[in-house]
């Protein structure tokens, strides 16, 4: 029997997936034509300086170095192993590294859990068996690590390069082909890495975690990852605060924005709230900057370094080529940037050297010549001025014939207070590769240095995470336990606000026309009527609510028609009876909803309200739970909100009450009990008078 191991510190793990000293390669090829033998070929082209068993069954030996026929035939202990083989022979694989002793391994193989159910069943028992024994898992459908100190374990042919660019970005990816785009691209431009992984499946190793691993290395500087899906957000989270701490940025490029469409949840809110939108929420709220644009995500990491945090969204823009400065101009503004006018000091400086300079905001030196003391001059003050967030030179035809000349104003600004992207019009790789040497952010493209410089300014610090209410959660999880598993009804959802200080409307359950009648006669007219029901999640679909109800006897004969009417419209609900209720009025009406995705965590949402919720699609989406400063971010935007602040002599809504509902909503993120929640519409009264919750709904989290 095997002893179970204790897990890996995380210097250790560290070690054993991107520096072991002894590797396995087990199934490699005698073919050097076949993808399996490029990791035996790769290791000693690019310098491993560790001892490699490749492991074959009848191969004396591959490329002059010994083979086995097992793993338990080495000698010696096993660091790391690289399992090539096929998808059915992998389990066995497996057990011969937990027998041996093996503390990290990576597979190759597809036919796991992107292979349907059959696959998913044989990706659960490789993690268990890996799990039970110690054994870490990098993996399936890995193309391998890749660590530019010469530990280059991988089947990516992009490994034939002679030489592999050092320096100090660590790439994670669960893409494999994108590793070896990844190093191509950098290598072109000058970029350098110190470690490259292709995650794969994540079985095992996430993204998350292994972000971590990379932090710990010195000559990491930044964490670039490419992203397919989000596996494991709380891993995620923690490599975010950690590379916070470090003041290593962490910059992500995701697939999926263009998802034709989503599986919708249960509410209004899970129908709103896509993959992506949840997906731009929680890197914002982590953190990590998004970039939109491939290009960006290895040209931009030179923006984060060292220039504090971001105070605005106003770029001044540097040209010694108008066109290519209008370019930039265009991108930036499009991007959602402000171009800086020009600023006094510059103004002045130009015209002391008899430089004319107007209104606009671009600073087009072209006429005035390359002057270098000059360019110098206007980045400096620009630099130094109040008015400027962020600069983007713009260099023209002198960075092609003249690199010295258009490179010599840059130098010593890689740090700088502010951050500074550089363009380069023409292809001018000499120049390019003096400034990435600088240290500076050099694009290829105005696109790329607008994605760069958008990215770099609206990112903010991870959020701390608002303290949970003493006691609300075992609160909402006993009252949700009492609905058995079933969707909350309305009164019951009622209470659930009640707890999280949301109010609601006056008004209780009828069972019967008597009932309804006396209790409009103690709320008086008007009322709303609605069905209540656990089966019915939305009321208004087929007639359940009717409003303005006038009169005692109004409300009695209503109850009768809602009654029947529903129990035709949904055969086998159980209908609790109808609810009357204050008819309540106020300046709008908004959406707040709650969402606990099972793989990205909890958000919050506000939207527009009523029956607009999915035509009009106007949505504020953040992580969960938010402060009030992140929820008045949500009110300013959502376009329908704006109608709400008084404008064309329209009374003006209480803002701040709905701004303290959405935190109230959004500590739900501390109640594990509930999946999702939506109160639809709540209703905001006029400034100073509050809001109150005219309808909601709480959908139990399954059982685990």
Known sequence: MNCVKPPLLNEELSRALLSPERVALIGASTDPTKNTARPLRYLRRHGYGGQVFPVHPTAREIEGIPAYPSLSDVPGPVDHAFILLSADRVPEAIRGCVEAGVRCATVLSDGFAEAGAQG??????????????????????????????????????????????????????????????????????????????????????????????????????????????????????????????????????????????????????????????????????????????????????????????????????????????????????????????????????LAADGVASGDAGLIDLTLAGTRPELVRDVLDLLMASDMVDAVAMVIGSSSQFHPELAVAPLRGLSGSRKPLAVYLVPAADESRAMLTGEGLAVFRTPEACAEGMRARLERRAPSSVPPAPEGLAERIAAHVAGAGGQTLDEIASRDVCDMLGIAGPSGRLAASPAEAREIFAELGGPVVLKIVSPDIAHKSDTGGIALGIATAEDAGEVTVRLLETQRQAHPGAELRGVLVQRMEKGVGEVLIGFRRDPIMGPFVMLGAGGILAEVLKDTAIRAAPVDLAKAREMLADVRMVKALTGVRGRPKGDLDSLARAIVAMSQLAHCPSVAEAEINPFLVGVEGAGGLALDALVIPAAAP
């Open 120 to 349: 998913q069943e044989r990706q659960q028992a490789l993690r268990a068996a890996a799990a039970d024994n110690g054994l870490r898992v990098l993996g399936p459908n890995s193309i391998g690590v890749i660590d530019t100190n010469g530990f280059a374990c991988s089947a990516n042919a992009a490994l034939e390069m002679e030489a592999l660019p050092r320096g100090g970005y660590g790439v994670i990816s669960q893409s494999g082909s994108m590793i070896g785009a990844l190093l191509s691209h950098g290598a072109a431009r000058g970029i350098g890495f110190s470690s490259l992984v292709s995650v794969g499946n994540e079985s095992d190793l996430t993204v998350g975690e292994i972000g971590e691993l990379m932090l710990a290395d010195p000559r990491c500087t930044a964490i670039l990852l490419f992203l397919e899906a989000i596996r494991d957000w709380a891993a995620l989270a923690r490599l975010a605060r950690a590379a916070e701490a470090a003041g290593k940025p962490v910059l992500a490029y995701k697939l999926g924005r263009s998802k034709a469409g989503q599986q919708l949840a249960a509410t209004h809110t899970g129908a709103l709230s896509g993959d992506d939108a949840m997906v731009d929420a929680l890197l914002e709220d982590l953190g990590i900057a998004r970039v939109r644009i491939l290009e960006a995500l290895y040209e931009a990491p030179p923006l984060f370094f060292g220039s504090g945090v971001s105070q605005g969204r106003g770029v001044a823009v540097v040209t010694t080529t108008g066109g290519g400065g209008a370019t930039v101009v265009d991108a930036l503004a499009a991007s959602g940037l402000d171009i800086v006018p020009k600023v006094p000091e510059v103004r002045a400086r």
